[in-house]
Every structure is written in C-alpha cells, then in structure tokens.
C-alpha cells in the first residue's frame, strides 16, 4: 500500500469527537501567503471572510453552512464558520480538502469508471502472481466483460454535465454508424474586456542627429500612444502571429490554472490593441458564460495583470514590431509607473457591449 502523507494536527488526549453536520457554501482557493497568514492567525479579520460572512451560519437543524478556504500549493484547507465576524470564530484545519473537493465532484460515471478500472488492475496482478509479466493492453479490452468505450462516453458526457459553461451535453446508449457518440452545446458568450495603458517606444534614430555632435544616442524613444494609432493593425497582426498554436481558442486562458470556478466560465481571453478616443491602449477581450463575482473578478484581473507584466507581455515586448509609419517598435502592456491600472469598460467610463457571441 502507499504511503498516505498529509498534514494535520493532533490533539493530546483527546476523550471524545463530537462531529456535526457541515455544509460547504463556498469554496475559496488562496494564494501567496495568504492561506499561511489564515492558518498562523486565525483570529484575525480577514477579506474573504468578510466578503461571504452571510453565507456562514448553523441553521435549526443544528447543520453548520460554511466556508473552505484551500490553499492552491499544499491543497490543505480551512473550514469556517465565522457566526457573523470578519474572522474565523469557528474552523478546522482540513488537511488535503482539495482532494475532498474534486472527490465530491466526480460523477456516478467517474466512479464506475474508476472501479471497473480497478477491477482490471485486480486482474494483472492475479496473473503476474501466477508467473505471467508482459500484457497487452488491447488483449485485456478484449478478454475483458467491461465496456471501456461506453464507460468513457458517459463519464465524458457526465463531467460536460456539470460543467458551468455547457448548456446541453447528451450521448447515444446504442453504437450507430455514422452518428455521433455526444452531443454538446455550449452556452452563448458576452464579451468581458480589460483595457491598459501601453507603452510604445523606438531605437533613436542616429540619422536624425547626424549633424548634432552634442546628442548622444543611447536610450530608446518613447512614442505616445496616439501617434500609434494608425500602427494597430500591424501590432495586431503581430501579435497573432506570434501567439502559440494552443492559444488559437483559448487564447491566454489556455495558461489559466487557478480557481475553476473561473475558468469554467471565462472561455478566452485574447490580447489586441485598441484605438479608445484617439489613444491607442492595450486589450483583454474574454468571452464570458457567466457573470463573475467579485472574487472571481479580482482572480481573472491579477492573472492578466501577470501576463502582461510577467508572462506573455514580457516576452511580447522583446520583440520588435515593423510598422510602415513608425518603422520598428516595441510595445509593453506593461509598465512600473503608478498609472498603470488593468480596468474594465465599466471602470474606465465607457460602455461594454452586451452582445451575445
């Protein structure tokens, strides 16, 4: 058997455990430190708490509604009931909840799936006691009485089921040729954009100077965005051609590997420029089936924030862009001044269309 590792406390001599029913209202991944600081300081006010304190309470069945906190490195968790505070009043160190979490989400199909699997495995092992050690695995399907392709059809179709941005997910019990095995539709999209400053500079150009001995031509110019209207189809086109062949859908959301929550419901996230009242300024254009709360908000805006500082605008940036008016430039989404922001139509004062896609 394998070695099972977690953490977890111990209480010395412990006479008794007194359980309760628990519901899980909401569950929240944490990052950085922030887990940590929950765990050292429980008694302290913290934001998410705060934020979803009336989703915490012990109803008259005596059945206690309350919220997880996970952290995203170790998957351990919190369980709280803050009986109205800003803190945790009531918690239990939960250790490895994610697994709790993604176990509770697994389908009837999953778990099928994972017995008949299992059941197998069963089987090679009685074998190899009885001398044998290479197998087939096209041979096992075959000798074997589980339905391996009608398993996966419809755990695929049960895990589409329970997913926030498929509307309509269903499969043929019977095999017919030429027909298909799942029928999918997902739900429409509306549009979600953050917008942010850019920054768009050149190599001097030493001919221009040629006849002043006193310039000395060692730092780049910066180019205010305006004059570079006229440039956005060139760095849009550059910026296509130098995504990746997996961000073709997805764009940077392909990437995106934190809460799930949001990213069952942020379908893309597509990089531009765009010309907003005469100034050019750099874009997010995510496809959205849901609105977001405010936390799933906050999580999309740092990940972009990342991207375009750390990830995919960092590198962008690197690379020269050739433009017919402005010959070769740089572009950042980025910069270090405190007036950079990432903001979304609504923050920035102009409308954000509504259209379905």
Known sequence: MKKLKFN????????????????????????????????????????????????????SDDVAHC????????????????????????????PNARSLVENNELTASERKLHNNLKKMVDHIAEIAHCGE??????????????????????SVTAMLQEREDIQMA????IDVDFQPDITVEAKPTQELTFYCPLRI??????????????????EQEEIPSRYAVDCAREINDFIQDYSEPEEEHLGLMVYFDRNPAVS?????????VKEINGELIGAFECQIT????????????????????????????????????LGE???SFWNDSNDWSLQTSEEMGFEQTEDFI
Not at 140 to 153: G, N, T
């Open 8 to 59: 977890s406390t111990l209480n010395h001599k412990k006479s008794d455990y007194q359980t309760r029913e628990i519901i899980v209202e909401k569950v929240i991944t944490l990052y950085g430190n922030h887990f940590s600081e929950l765990r050292d300081h429980p008694l302290r006010d913290d934001p998410y708490i705060a934020q979803n304190r009336d989703l915490m309470y012990i109803d």
């Open 133 to 154: 050690k290479s197998f087939v695995l096209e041979e096992l399907l075959e000798k074997s009485d589980i339905d391996f392709k009608s398993l996966l059809r419809d």
């Open 201 to 218: 500079v050149r190599e001097y150009d030493e001919s221009d100077y040629e006849f002043d001995e006193e310039v000395v031509i060692d």
């Open 290 to 325: 849901e609105e977001l709360t405010g936390d799933e908000l906050e999580d999309l805006r740092e990940y972009l924030s990342g991207q375009a500082s750390d990830g995919w605008g960092e590198s962008v940036e690197q690379h020269p862009i050739k433009t017919a008016d």
């Open 170 to 173: 269903e499969n043929r019990t």
């Open 329 to 331: 430039i740089y572009v």
């Open 264 to 272: 069952e419901k942020v379908f893309s996230a597509i990089p531009s």
């Open 67 to 94: 919220l997880l906190m996970v952290d995203y490195d170790s998957g351990d968790g919190i369980l709280v009931e803050s009986e109205g505070s800003n803190y945790a009043r009531k918690s239990q160190f939960i």
